[in-house]
């Protein structure tokens, strides 16, 4: 269970701390092996490793537009920012009307109805998971909650079953951290043990692969349920309530280290071994712990104090200097420009685009964490996407991540390419 554990404090550096690096960043999956959650790693759910994520491909053929949009779309986001992104959806689709709300979910009515496509984007930073809504369920009993979902057309065709609460706090704040939570795994289990679902195989709580068919749970309330389902067409469509599966309870240096890892899944960025990163506030450590572990050449740039462990790792360079007094020709191969400053999000953007307009230095992409001191900077979102295209990145990307915490990731890379996505989309 999550929540029961010490969370590291994002900035305090404790000399006695031993932080244990992994060289193998999908470690906190294999958990998902373990035979008292039941999962069988073995036939007919065939285990692939893709986009650095296990996942599970259940090795039969695909159904699709089996099921048709029903009159509402449903939203989860993190807690106090339903405001923000009803705001969005207001602004970017004229054909969604705010429904219905809780901390952390909301709902949307499509009008005119089938105006919205079966597999829609959303064009929203501030929303986590998105989906067709069936329906509430409601009851003080478990059995008939899930007999009220099993009943509904979604269950007739899924082969995935993503079960989530809605968080209970802000992420990180009073050791909440979002994911997997036992009452969820459980009524996963209950929901998959139904007549409906026997002589097939359905996959509880994994990550989904692109175009399956997932029927979503979303435990509002312990008596309110809301059922719905999604085809997978993002990433964070693979996941449950589109939070990855990271063991939070791992030792890390902040918590930082769930973050950059989110943001270059979520963003399809694979870290090779040859690959150098800089980091323009990097204490005390958690990305660059990150980074290091992937294999990477790391710089952290910041006037405050390192992890001793990071700092001791033969390919870690710290340079205790503020952004802008760095030396640009100490950045020349940085492929990688990480920024994560408790500043403004201009404050960060002007540090960025000095070091990125500079001749010495050529970086692939950037991955920022851009903060927000008030929810109404949310609003600058469009403004900062624009800004950070004009330094020649030709693709840029906002999201607030799961493990974000009043703040936003911004990943923009120059070309294309550089995205695992785009490589594939070629390949084939
Ligand atoms: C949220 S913490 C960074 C956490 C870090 N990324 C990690 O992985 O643990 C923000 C950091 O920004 C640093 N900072 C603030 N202004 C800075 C600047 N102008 N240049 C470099 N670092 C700065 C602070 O010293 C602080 O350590």
Known sequence: MRGHHRKPSPNKVNANRKIAFSSDTTRPFLRFFSPSIGGNPKDPIERVKADGAACYHLAMEKESNLLTPTSFIYICCQQGVESVVKTEIAKNHSELSFAFSRPGFVTFKVLPPGKLALKFPLASTFSRSFGWSVGRADGDDGATLVQQIVSSNAAAHCRHIHVWQRDRAVPGQRGFEPGETALAQAVGQQIAESEVFSGRDVAVNRAARPDDLVLDVAIVEPNQWWYGFHYVSTVAGRWPGGVP????????????????????????????????????????????????????????????????????????????????????????????????????????????????????????????????????????????????????????????????????????????????????????
Not at 344 to 355: H, N, R
């Open 245 to 428: 599966f990271f063991d939070t309870e791992t030792e890390v240096a902040s918590r930082a280290y769930f973050k950059v890892r989110e943001a270059l899944l979520w963003a399809g960025i694979t870290i090779q071994k040859e690959d150098t990163c800089a980091e323009i506030g990097s204490a005390p450590g958690g990305a660059c712990q990150f980074l290091l572990e992937a294999g990477a050449t790391v710089i952290g740039v910041d006037p405050a104090e390192m992890e001793p462990e990071i700092l001791k790792h033969e390919k870690f360079t710290h340079i205790r200097r503020r952004g802008n007094e760095v030396k640009k020709k100490d950045l020349k191969d940085v492929k990688w420009l990480f920024a994560d400053l408790n500043a403004t999000p201009t404050y960060t953007l002007d540090a960025i685009t000095e070091i990125v307009s500079s001749q010495h230095v050529d970086v692939t992409g950037l991955v920022l964490t851009l903060k927000m001191t008030d929810i109404r900077m949310a609003e600058e979102v469009e403004t900062i996407r624009k800004r950070v295209s004009q330094l020649g990145f030709g693709v840029v990307k906002t999201r607030q991540l799961a493990f974000n915490r009043g703040e936003f990731a911004l990943v923009a890379v120059k070309d294309k390419f550089a995205l695992r996505s785009a490589r594939k989309r070629t390949k084939s």
